[in-house]
C-alpha cells in the first residue's frame, strides 16, 4: 500500500472532502496537503466553507463528512471526538468564542492543560508561565481572575484564543478568522503571538479575508477556497491577484 | 465509531452516598399515625409543656382542619397525614457532649461531619434527630456574653416569657395549612437570642436528621438577633430514602432588631421521598439586615420561600438561592420581600439546575406598600435545563403600591449550548466534564456564597447528578 505510506509520512493529508451542515453540501471534494512547521492560508469569499473547514478538522458534531477522509499523523480523524483530537494536539482559534460564566480563564487553561498533557500541572508553576504568556500578549493580569470570555470585547476575546494557543501549544494550529474584526494595534498582537507559537514542528491555517495578519507572518502557501473546493495554491503573490481580482474569476 | 447505546445507562437513583445510609429504625417513644386532638395532646404532655402551649397547639390544629391544601403549585395529592407519625423520641435526652450521645445516632452526626466542623469551625451545634434534638452545645465565651443556644423544648421551660412572646407570631398558624401542622406538632429546632451589640464571629449550625420512615418532622427555629448584633447561622437538613412518604413542615422565625445582622444559610438536602413543605421569614426592623442563602437539593417536592418583611426604614433583605431538581422532582422554591417602610431596598439572586424530567420552578413574590417610597428591588432569575424533559418556569409576582421605587427585574432560562461543550472540548476537555464545567460555571456565584463544606457538597452533588448521563 504505497498510499497509505505516504500518508503516513504526512502530518496532515485531506482527500475528496465532502461536507454537509444540514441538507446543503458545503465542501464539495477538498483536497489539502500540509506538512509539519508550514503556514498555510485558506482565502476565499463569504459562504465558501472556510470555516466549515477549520470546524470539520477540530470534529463539530453540527458537520458530517459524507465522503473523503481526514488523515492527520496517519491516523484518520473523520469520527474521532473533538476532545480526543485536542489531544493529539489540534487547536482551533474561534471566530465567535463562547462565553463560559463561572470559570476563571486560570482554572480553565490549567484543566485544559492537565486534560491534553494528562498529567497534574501545579498551580504556581502553571501561574508563572500564563503570566509570562499573557505579558507577550498585553493582557492585563486580571484577565487571569475573569471568567472565561464572558464581558470580553472582540479584540480581547481574540486575545483570549491566541493565549489558549502558546498555554497548549498544538501541533496543528487552525485560525479562523482570527484578524476579522480588530484594530491595527490589536492585529500586531496577535501576529506576535502567532509567530510566537511558529516553530519547525507547528504547523499553521490561518483562515481569512484580509490580509492584515499575512504581513506579518510570512506563510508558505495560499489557497484559494471557493464554492467548497481549493480552486488554486500557490505562494505568497496570490495575494496580489485577490487584491485585484477578488475570486469571482474563480466561480463556476 | 459505533454509539454504543447501552453506555446511555439511566441513574434512577443517584447514589447519594453518607446521606443514605439508613439507622435500623429504634425509638423510645412515638405517636398513631395520623393527626387527632389526642395525638396533639399527647405530644404536648410527653413534653411536659406549659398549658398556654398545649391551647396554642389544639388551636393550631382547629385552624389545621379548616384550611385546605393550597391549590398553586406542585401537586401533593400523594401526601397523606393519615400516614404520617408526627412525633417519635428518639432513645435519647438532650446532651451536652458527643460523648452521651447513642452510637448509632452519633454514627450518623460523625459521617455527615458535624462534631468536626463544630470543633473546627462553629461556635456552637444543635443536632436533631427525628423528633427531638439529641445534642446542643454553645462555646462558653459565648454563653458568657448572654448568647443562648438551645433546643426549643429547653426554651419553652426556661425562656417561657420570651418564647410566649415571640412563638409563631411571625409565621402564624393562620398562615397556610402547614403552618398551622407545624403550630399543632411541632417538635425540636432552635431558639438563639443574641443580645445587643454581641457580634458572634463565627457560625452557630443546626442539623436536622430524619431517619424514621413515613414520619414527619416540624422543628420550631426561633432567632432573636437584638440591636447592633450579628450572627450568621447555618442550618443543615437530610434524610436517607425509604419507599414511604416523609413529610417536613418546619419553621423558621427571625427577628432581627435595629441595625441588626443575620445571616440564614440552609442546605436542604433531602431524600427523594420527602415533602419539604417548610415556611421561613424574617422581620427586620430600621437599618437591620437579613441574608439568606439557601440551597435546595434533595425532596420530592419542595415548597419554599422565604420571606423578609422590611418594617423598618433602611431595612435590607439579600436572598441567594439555588434550587437542582433531578428525576422526579418538583422543586418550587422561590423568595418573598414586603417593603412596608419607606428607603428598605432589598435584592433576590437565584439560580436553578433542572435535569432528567426534574421540574424547577421560581416562584416570587415582591410588594412594595404605599409607605415604602424610595425602596429599591432588584430580581434576577437564571435557570438552566440540561436536559429537553426537564421543566423551568419562572413566576414573579409583583405588588407594587408606590411610584417612587426603584425596581428591576431579570429572568432567564437556558439549556448548555452545544457550541459551549464543542468549545470547551476543543481545549481536550470531555463531554462530561465540559458539561459539569458548565453547571459549576452557572452556579458558582451562588457557591462561593454557601459555608465551604457545602460548596464542596454541592460540586460533588453536580458530579454525581451528571455521572452517567453522557452517551
Known amino acids: ?252 | 465509531m459505533d454509539v454504543d447505546i447501552s453506555r446511555k445507562t439511566y441513574v434512577e437513583d443517584i447514589d447519594r452516598g453518607i446521606y443514605d445510609i439508613r439507622n435500623e429504625f429504634k425509638y423510645s417513644y412515638k405517636v398513631e399515625k395520623g393527626l387527632t386532638e389526642k395525638i396533639v395532646r399527647e405530644i404536648s404532655e410527653k413534653k411536659n409543656e406549659p398549658e398556654w402551649m398545649t391551647e396554642f397547639r389544639l388551636k393550631s390544629l382547629e385552624i389545621y382542619n379548616k384550611l385546605d391544601v393550597p391549590v398553586w403549585g406542585p401537586n401533593i395529592d400523594e401526601l397523606d397525614i393519615e400516614n404520617i407519625v408526627t412525633y417519635v423520641k428518639p432513645r435519647t435526652d438532650m446532651k451536652y457532649s458527643w460523648e452521651d450521645v447513642p452510637e448509632d445516632i452519633k454514627e450518623t452526626f460523625t459521617r455527615l461531619g458535624i462534631p468536626e466542623a463544630e470543633h473546627k469551625s462553629l461556635a456552637g451545634v444543635g443536632a436533631q434527630y427525628d423528633s427531638e434534638v439529641v445534642y446542643h452545645n454553645l462555646k462558653g465565651y459565648l454563653a458568657m456574653k448572654g448568647v443562648i443556644y438551645t433546643d426549643m423544648e429547653t426554651a419553652v421551660r426556661e425562656y417561657e416569657d420570651i418564647i410566649r412572646k415571640h412563638f409563631m407570631t411571625v409565621v402564624p398558624p393562620s398562615d397556610h395549612k402547614f403552618a398551622a401542622l407545624h403550630g399543632a406538632v411541632w417538635s425540636g429546632g432552635s431558639f438563639v437570642y443574641i443580645p445587643e451589640g454581641v457580634h458572634v464571629d463565627i457560625p452557630l449550625q443546626s442539623y436536622f436528621r430524619l431517619n424514621a420512615p413515613g414520619a414527619g418532622q416540624f422543628e420550631h427555629t426561633l432567632i432573636i438577633v437584638e440591636k447592633g448584633a450579628f450572627l450568621h447561622f447555618i442550618e443543615g437538613c437530610s434524610a436517607p430514602k425509604y419507599s414511604v412518604n416523609n413529610l417536613h413542615a418546619g419553621c423558621v422565625e427571625l427577628i432581627v432588631k435595629e441595625g441588626a445582622r443575620l445571616r440564614y444559610s440552609t442546605i436542604e438536602n433531602w431524600s427523594k421521598n420527602m415533602y419539604n413543605l417548610n415556611t421561613k421569614r424574617a422581620v427586620v426592623e430600621k437599618d437591620g439586615t437579613i441574608e439568606w442563602v439557601s440551597g435546595s437539593f434533595g425532596s420530592k417536592v419542595s415548597m419554599l420561600y422565604p420571606m423578609s418583611i422590611l418594617k423598618g426604614e433602611r431595612a435590607r433583605a439579600e436572598f441567594t438561592g439555588i434550587t437542582f431538581a433531578g428525576n422526579g422532582q418538583h422543586l418550587d422554591t422561590g423568595a418573598k420581600v414586603v417593603h412596608t417602610a419607606p428607603y428598605t431596598t432589598s435584592s433576590i439572586n437565584t439560580k436553578s439546575i433542572s435535569k432528567d424530567g426534574g421540574v424547577a420552578v421560581y416562584r416570587g413574590a415582591l410588594v412594595i406598600t404605599e409607605n415604602a417610597h424610595h425602596s429599591k428591588s432588584t430580581v434576577s432569575c437564571e435557570s438552566l435545563m440540561l436536559d429537553n424533559k426537564s421543566r423551568s418556569d419562572t413566576i414573579p409576582v409583583m405588588d407594587i403600591r408606590n411610584d417612587e421605587v426603584d425596581i428591576g427585574h431579570e429572568a432567564k432560562i437556558g439549556r448548555i449550548s452545544d457550541e459551549a461543550i464543542f468549545y470547551l472540548m476543543s481545549r481536550g476537555i470531555s463531554e462530561e466534564e465540559a458539561k459539569a464545567m458548565i453547571v459549576r460555571g452557572f452556579v458558582e456565584p451562588i457557591a462561593k456564597e454557601l459555608p465551604l463544606e457545602y460548596a464542596v457538597e454541592m460540586n460533588n452533588l453536580i458530579k454525581l447528578e451528571l455521572e452517567g448521563t453522557i452517551g
Open chain 1, 1 to 252: 500500500m504505497i498510499r497509505s505510506m505516504v500518508m503516513e509520512n504526512k502530518f496532515l493529508l485531506i482527500r475528496d472532502l465532502h461536507v454537509k451542515v444540514g441538507d446543503k453540501e458545503i465542501l464539495r471534494g477538498l483536497n489539502l496537503d500540509i506538512n509539519r512547521g508550514e503556514v498555510h492560508v485558506i482565502m476565499g469569499p463569504n459562504g465558501a466553507g472556510k470555516s466549515t473547514l477549520a470546524n470539520v478538522l477540530m470534529g463539530n458534531p453540527k458537520y458530517e463528512i459524507t465522503k473523503g477522509e481526514i488523515v492527520y499523523e496517519g491516523k484518520v480523524l473523520n469520527d474521532m471526538k473533538v476532545d480526543e483530537r485536542a489531544k493529539l494536539g489540534i487547536f482551533m482559534s474561534f471566530q465567535y468564542p463562547e462565553e463560559i460564566p463561572g470559570i476563571t480563564v486560570e482554572n480553565f487553561l490549567r484543566s485544559a492543560k492537565m486534560a491534553i498533557e494528562d498529567k497534574p500541572i501545579k498551580v504556581m508553576e502553571f501561574k508563572k508561565v500564563l503570566k509570562e504568556k499573557m505579558k507577550l500578549l498585553e493582557m492585563k493580569e486580571e484577565y487571569a481572575q475573569r471568567y472565561l470570555n464572558e464581558g470580553f470585547s472582540g479584540g480581547e476575546k481574540k486575545k483570549s484564543e491566541i493565549l489558549q494557543l502558546l498555554i497548549l501549544n498544538p501541533k496543528l494550529a487552525i485560525l479562523d478568522e482570527t484578524d476579522s474584526g480588530l484594530d491595527v494595534d490589536a492585529v500586531k498582537i496577535v501576529a506576535k503571538g502567532v509567530k510566537e507559537h511558529k516553530s519547525e514542528e507547528n504547523s499553521i491555517i490561518i483562515i481569512t479575508h484580509h490580509n492584515n495578519l499575512l504581513e506579518y507572518l510570512n506563510p508558505d502557501y495560499v489557497h484559494f477556497l471557493v464554492d467548497g473546493r481549493i480552486v488554486k495554491s500557490g505562494d505568497i503573490s496570490l495575494i496580489d491577484i485577490v487584491e485585484k481580482e477578488g475570486f469571482e474569476s474563480f466561480k463556476n
